[in-house]
């Protein structure tokens, strides 16, 4: 009945293409319109997904008129601006956001009311795009929201990738991955520019000409097509680009002839070979092959990238003529990371080569154009690139490594003679004869203006360790940048509840694009009003974080429990494992309890959420580990009142931002300086979350701005963790009784059968990357117990919790994303907003 009940609202609304639409009853028109023509679907259907689509791409006619008219006025100011080169993007679901920023929300719930659905359930139709891993590509997303909040002229450059991050399906044997189909139908925010296409070469040979200038030639060409995603700024009129590439052969590279001759493979070899490019997202690189398609990947993006800076470039002078030494100061790129770093030998390549500059020069510009961040310690994290493969694949780029590497250790010698015996370490090149390779990250540290750390703790690790030696050749290269989020997905849309709260005691909504604001609720945290209030917020959260969990995993949990959540990628470091381990022993005690000591206790919930990488064998047992936990516990009549343990599947941006809002406490729990910030810390701080934590990343930057009194903190700082390995390998660890209880348990065979002796082993032993207890999770457990135990007596007192609570919202200011921009954009890229009138 309510198909045909929605065919025959559609059919009553006029059907009228406008759109500027503002009031409602425009927008429903442009919706029907966009239903009729849209060459997507049927016009006699109305179906959620169907709306969906019409919806989004009603939305998308408000996005681009903005977006054109931000690229104007760019274009004729002509500022200094930044390009952001990301591999990655996690920029999760679109509608609400786009509805949210260009402040139409009111408008648009309106709209869909009169064609008979509620905006909550078109937005639940989106499929999320998950152009990302992690944190780096989420953090990547955040800063695209606030480079056009604060009206900045900013772009970010990406690959559209034909699959995402996969999705994580339970199994009885553990995690399952699928491909994610997120352009299955088609992305309604996608502009294809068809008009916007560069030439990618690979492979080939570099050709010397008579005047003794080099060219590369040969090979295969591939082209790289735009697509552009709007990025709508909030209060602000800016729309950004988010500009992603795809990969495509060209007409005259598909082989007619052989084609007609029955040879239907060989004829369309380079158009395959380009379908791979782009086809997903960090595919394995086990294989020589796996390697050499992740090196296509990078180089794709960043020469694509600089060939269309260097375009508009050109285009925004106007007929004047090029000054190249002046480019630095229309051109700001910014690596996420290493994943880029190819964009340095491609610039000196393309300003040399293509535009006949000299070395110096080019050099010069360079430097003053590039800036890297650098988002990781861990040495499996540190790209090194065989020199072999980058011969065959960038002739021309090697050479120019090459160069930079001499001249590196020339002017080491000649002006640093004590790095002396440094140089193997600090050279781009490591010329070991077994692995030649190329320090992606030493490249980038060489070659850039710039290098910051995302955290205080992190940078500092950088100065001191990482980078110490270059400290000491540019003492000010080094910075700091502490990661932020934007609070307007991670609190305002995701959490409207607590923010109609929070408006309505600072009597402003300004706090959403100046975050610091919020501070002054501080002075209302003891108020009995404000704290029913935040607990009532809290609550219905948290009914519907229980309602989803019963939705995918079919538990059901209590609102009235203490909701603890971990959700991030997994990974040893991060210790799920201790989590469970906790877990394991908190039900067990609970079983040996009498039914009066139970009662006595906090009853918790215990939510973890995350996907391991599909090779990482250790990751993917604690994943089956948390489910088989969770079966037990979960049908265990005598603890079921007192403890859930709940694997939440597929984590990604939409399902986290349903978990956050209804998060009363989240673990972050790395190994003391392995986690380079982490930047869900923030937001579930944000969400008034308190957090258990040890001093890592930006943990100690939000205990900081939150209060000591505010965070439960445990474990080995990271200072101490070296020499905490030491005693470990000469056998001085004595681990806690707790720890060898939970373990004994699980070896018992109380969760199953299924052997869990290799990742219990890896907590063994005495030495060892990933044996020996690397990680510490025996050193810090007995802490982390300790810890949990406060927690569980602080949730008791309601009163102080909920105080506890505010005082972690109002003291989260400091991590908004906008924040972080600004600095970039004042300290690292020197470019000033450039607002449209
Ligand atoms: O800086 C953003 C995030 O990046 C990582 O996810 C990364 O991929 N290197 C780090 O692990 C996080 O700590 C960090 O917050």
């Not at 910075?479 to 929070?502: A, D, H, M, V, Y």
């Not at 969990?549 to 997994?570: C, N």
């Amino acid at each position: 009945g309510r198909a045909t009940d929605r065919v025959q609202i559609l059919e009553k609304i006029p059907l009228v293409a406008n759109p500027q639409a503002k009031e409602p009853a425009e927008i429903a028109s442009n919706i029907k319109y966009h239903a009729h023509y849209s060459p997507h679907f049927s016009p006699y259907k109305f179906e959620p997904e169907q709306a969906f689509y019409a919806t989004a791409e009603s939305v998308r006619d408000q996005l681009i008129k903005q977006w054109n008219d931000t690229y104007s006025h760019y274009h004729k100011v002509n500022p200094k601006q930044t390009y952001y080169l990301s591999m990655e993007y996690l920029q999760g679901r679109a509608l609400t956001n786009s509805v949210g920023n260009l402040d139409v929300q009111d408008a648009y719930a309106n709209a869909l009311k009169q064609l008979g659905y509620a905006l909550e359930e078109i937005t639940e139709q989106e499929k999320d795009a998950a152009l990302g891993n992690g944190g780096l590509g989420r953090l990547a997303s955040c800063f695209l929201d606030s480079m056009a909040t604060l009206s900045l002229p900013a772009w970010g450059y990406g690959l559209r990738y034909r699959y995402g991050l996969f999705k994580q399906l339970m199994t009885k044997t553990g995690q399952e991955e699928i491909a994610e189909d997120w352009l299955e139908k088609f992305s309604p925010w996608e502009i294809p520019r068809h008009d916007v296409v560069f030439p990618i070469r690979f492979f080939g040979q570099v050709e010397v000409n008579p005047n003794g200038s080099r060219k590369w030639v040969g090979g295969e060409v591939i082209q790289a097509v735009a697509y552009d995603v709007p990025i709508p700024g909030y209060k602000t009129k800016n729309t950004n680009s988010l500009r992603l590439w795809e990969a495509k052969a060209r007409a005259e590279d598909f082989n007619l002839f052989e084609f007609n001759d029955g040879k239907y493979e060989s004829a369309a070899l380079i158009h395959s070979r380009a379908q791979q490019i782009c086809a997903v997202l960090y595919p394995g690189d086990a294989t020589e092959d796996g390697k050499l398609l992740r090196l296509k990947q990078q180089y794709f993006l960043c020469s694509a990238s600089l060939q269309d800076i260097i375009t508009r470039f050109k285009e925004r002078l106007g007929g004047k003529d090029i000054q190249w030494l002046e480019f630095p100061s229309k051109v700001a790129v910014q690596l996420n990371d290493t994943h880029p770093t190819l964009s340095i030998p491609e610039l000196m390549r393309l300003l040399m080569d293509d535009e006949g500059l000299g070395w110096d020069e080019a050099w010069d510009i360079t430097n003053r154009t590039i800036a890297y961040t650098n988002h990781t310690v861990l040495p499996e994290a540190l790209e090194k690139w065989s020199q072999a493969v980058m011969w065959k694949l960038l002739p021309r780029h090697m050479e120019i490594i090459e160069e930079v590497d001499k001249r590196f250790i020339i002017m080491i010698q000649s002006t640093k003679p004590e790095l002396e015996g440094k140089i193997s370490d600090l050279r781009v090149l490591d010329n070991n004869p077994q692995k030649p390779v190329v320090r992606m990250a030493n490249l980038c540290v060489v070659s850039a203006h710039t290098v910051n750390g995302v955290a205080q703790l992190h940078s500092d690790i950088l100065k001191a360790e990482l980078f110490s030696d270059y400290v000491k050749v540019w003492p000010t290269k080094f910075q700091n940048k502490t990661n932020g989020i934007t609070p307007r997905r991670w609190l305002r849309f995701c959490n409207p509840e607590l923010s109609r709260i929070i408006t309505k005691w600072l009597k402003t909504d300004q706090w959403v694009n100046d975050l610091d604001l919020l501070v002054n609720l501080r002075q209302f945290a003891d108020s009995s009003e404000l704290q029913a209030e935040w607990e009532s917020a809290k609550l219905a959260s948290k009914q519907r974080l229980a309602n989803y969990v019963l939705q995918v995993t079919g538990v059901s949990i209590d609102p009235k429990s203490l909701f603890d959540i971990q959700i991030k990628r997994i990974h040893e470091y991060k210790r799920q494992l201790m989590n469970i381990l906790g877990a394991v022993y908190r039900y067990k005690k609970l079983k040996e309890m009498s039914p009066e000591e139970r009662k006595k206790t906090t009853p918790r919930t215990i939510m973890i959420g995350g996907k391991a990488f599909a090779t990482y064998t250790n990751a993917k047992r604690i994943v089956k580990l948390v489910s088989d936990v969770g079966a037990v516990v979960n049908t265990d009549p005598e603890v079921n009142d007192f403890l859930k343990v709940v694997f939440v599947p597929n984590y990604n941006v939409s399902v986290a931002e349903v978990l956050i809002p209804g998060s009363e406490l989240s673990q972050h729990i790395s190994t003391a300086g392995m986690e380079a910030s982490g930047t869900s810390n923030m937001k579930f701080a944000l969400n008034g979350c308190l957090i258990i934590g040890t001093l890592d990343g930006a943990n100690v930057e939000i205990r900081e701005e939150i209060g000591q009194d505010n965070f439960f903190l445990f474990g080995a700082t990271a200072d101490e963790v070296p020499r905490l390995r030491k005693e470990r390998e000469q056998g001085l660890f004595k681990p806690d009784p707790r720890f060898e209880e939970a373990k004994q348990f699980i070896k018992s065979g109380a969760f199953g059968n299924y052997d869990y002796s290799p990742l219990l082993d890896s907590l063994e032993g005495n030495s060892g990357f990933g044996r020996g207890d690397y990680f510490l999770v025996g050193y810090d457990f007995p802490s982390y117990m300790d810890a949990q135990a406060r927690v569980d007596e602080a949730y008791k007192d309601r009163k102080k919790w909920t105080k506890m609570s505010i005082l972690s919202t109002a003291g989260s200011g400091k991590f908004s994303s906008d924040r972080t921009i600004g600095q970039y954009a004042k300290e690292i890229w020197k470019i000033n907003e450039c607002r449209l009138p």
